[in-house]
């Protein structure tokens, strides 16, 4: 690409993503969705005529992943071809075409739209208390596609929807199970996939167990007060503060950069903080994380190998 073609393309695609304002910053210091921005326009500088997109958006947060697709959408309409691999079938529909894939065949393939007219039966959406309880039992009677857990609702496809939702809410609430709201919906790509696989390879999976029963509910099992992070002049967490009681799930919800993860580093002693406190099951983490290790887990935002070092030097490294 000449030099001046170059740069004026390098500042349109900084500008379309978004990271224009983050010229300065090393390509390491990015977020995980800013770092697939940019790889995304590394691979456009040259305008290429077919493009491979290997999971482009996995691990993006929403505002990033629609930036994502205003860039690609541009592209094809100057015609290019674009093939991707995603498993967000949510993303998938806005493809002219999809290939649903399960060890390593294929099991669909068509427009979104027709997948979605070939689901058997018709599809209700179930939101009940508990949910665990109301989808093992829905999945004891006979239905098209079985039940599945989509977010807080159920999913089931049968035969005559509307005349059975009397016979289903009755059945529910006869096992204890209080249902504010049943209807029929328009199936989603995610639907025809589940479809796809039922009675082959999905198993009923077992309902979550509840965590801290032996427990006092009300005590603290990890408190932030005033979080503070920075990296140079970069702010990354800045006066965090909060509670999480025993047996709760917490979400930190936000953009790719909005300083989810350095937070998560905070409350596990992996760093330390400018300013403010975290405690762990009563235990300061920047003081003595090793008190409290033992009865934690972390998974992180990625894990890389290192391939000169051995198995055991990495898992200690990490």
Not at 57 to 79: E, Y
Not at 129 to 150: M, Q, V
Request: aromatic share 6%; glycine share 8%.
């Amino acid at each position: 690409v000449p030099h001046k073609l170059a740069e004026q393309r390098q500042q349109e695609l900084l500008h379309f993503s978004r990271l224009t304002p983050f010229q300065d910053r090393l390509a390491e210091h990015l977020s995980g969705g800013m770092q697939k921005k940019l790889a995304l326009c590394c691979s456009l500088i040259h305008q290429p005529e077919v493009i491979f997109l290997d999971e482009p958006t996995t691990g993006v947060d929403p505002v990033s992943r629609r930036d994502f697709w205003k860039i690609l959408s541009r592209f094809l309409a100057q015609g290019i071809t674009i093939l991707v691999s995603t498993p967000y079938l949510d993303e998938a529909e806005r493809f002219s075409r999809v290939a649903l894939m399960h060890r390593g065949k294929i099991i669909a393939c068509d427009t979104p739209q027709q997948l979605k007219t070939e689901l058997a039966g018709e599809l209700l959406e179930i939101r009940a208390e508990p949910i665990g309880r109301a989808a093992a039992t829905l999945r004891k009677i006979p239905t098209t596609s079985g039940a599945y857990i989509f977010g807080d609702t159920i999913h089931i496809s049968v035969d005559k929807a509307e005349a059975r939702l009397p016979e289903l809410k009755q059945l529910l609430t006869e096992n204890g199970v209080i249902v504010p709201d049943i209807r029929r919906v328009a199936p989603s790509l995610e639907d025809v996939f589940v479809a796809s696989l039922a009675g082959a390879e999905e198993k009923a999976a077992p309902s979550p167990v509840s965590a801290g029963e032996k427990h006092n509910r009300g005590e603290v099992a990890i408190n932030a007060s005033e979080l503070t992070r920075k990296f140079g002049d970069f702010t990354a967490v800045d006066r965090v503060s909060f509670e999480i009681k025993r047996g709760e799930i917490f979400g930190l919800l936000g953009p790719n950069g909005s300083g989810k993860t350095t937070t998560i580093r905070l409350l596990c002693g992996l760093l330390h903080p400018n300013a403010g406190e975290a405690y762990v099951l009563g235990q300061n983490m920047a003081v003595s994380p090793h008190k409290v290790r033992a009865k934690m887990g972390y998974m992180s935002q990625r894990f890389s190998l290192f391939r000169d070092l051995t198995v055991e030097e990495n898992i200690n490294f990490y």
